[in-house]
């Protein structure tokens, strides 16, 4: 069975704040994706990143970076002085190669504060 | 530009009462899938299509039925509304299975049964 760990339910900061969220995930697949989608207020759910378990570099994409480490089972997500348009919810995904579902975690709620 | 177009955006339905999610998308996918997010919760899928003529269910299907006659459309249809069923519901679609070119997400209906 697959399954998605995002610990941190909410998390606040002040703007300009470095903030990291927290990813782990399950599975017995040996090829595997992860992905990262953002849900701002408005409800619309917007994709951020995939990963496929045999790239494990780190990413970098403007103040977004993300640590893929699959000996600890994690995907943790870091937001480089945040913004206030930052707030909203992050999805952490897993899906396997030829699977048809993605599993999401939970979420994490950002609020960055002016 | 319009990608995966769903409506309508808000609906409140009785007990019992029956309606129709409508979700299309204009990018030639061939996959597509309706998923639901409760409150505080991650998404689950309900259904999926890998093409025209061909549906199957996901984690949660109960109380739903799709069709997929065209490859634009797949319309999720609610037939017994129940309480249960109140939830943020999500279509999206991809170009080839999810998991290896990631999703694309309608914004979303919220559905409330009372």
């Known amino acids: 069975a697959q399954k998605v760990t995002q610990a941190q339910t909410e998390i606040s900061v002040v703007e300009k704040e470095d903030v990291t969220l927290d990813c782990v995930y399950e599975?017995?697949?040996?090829?595997?994706?992860l992905f990262w989608y953002k849900q701002p207020p408005s409800g619309e759910l917007v994709f951020l990143i995939r990963?496929?378990?045999?790239?494990?570099q780190n990413e970098i994409s403007g103040r977004y970076s993300w640590n893929f480490q699959k000996s600890t089972s994690s995907f943790n997500f870091t937001i480089t002085a945040s913004q206030v348009v930052d707030s909203a919810v992050y999805f952490c995904?897993?899906?396997?190669?030829?699977?048809?579902?993605?599993?999401f975690g939970p979420g994490t709620r950002l609020s960055v504060l002016p | 530009n319009a990608g995966v177009t769903q409506t309508p955006k808000f609906r409140i339905l009785k007990i019992g009462q029956s309606m129709t999610l409508q979700c299309t998308q204009d990018?030639?996918?061939?996959?597509m899938y309706w998923y639901r997010q409760d409150p505080g919760m991650g998404l689950k899928l309900i259904y999926y299509?890998?093409?025209?003529?061909?549906?199957d269910k996901g984690e949660v299907p109960n109380g739903y039925n799709v069709s997929r006659s065209t490859t634009e459309d797949f319309p999720l249809r609610l037939e017994l509304a129940a309480p249960s069923q109140t939830s943020v519901y999500f279509c999206?679609?991809?170009?080839?299975?999810?998991?290896?070119?990631?999703?694309?997400f309608g914004s979303g209906t919220r559905l409330t049964v009372v």
């Open positions: 999206a679609s991809s170009y080839g299975q999810g998991a290896t070119y990631g999703y694309t």
């Open positions: 599975t017995r697949d040996t090829t595997y994706y």
């Open positions: 990963r496929n378990s045999f790239d494990e």
């Open positions: 995904a897993l899906s396997a190669d030829y699977g048809q579902n993605f599993v």
């Open positions: 990018m030639n996918h061939n996959y």
């Open positions: 299509s890998v093409g025209a003529g061909i549906t």
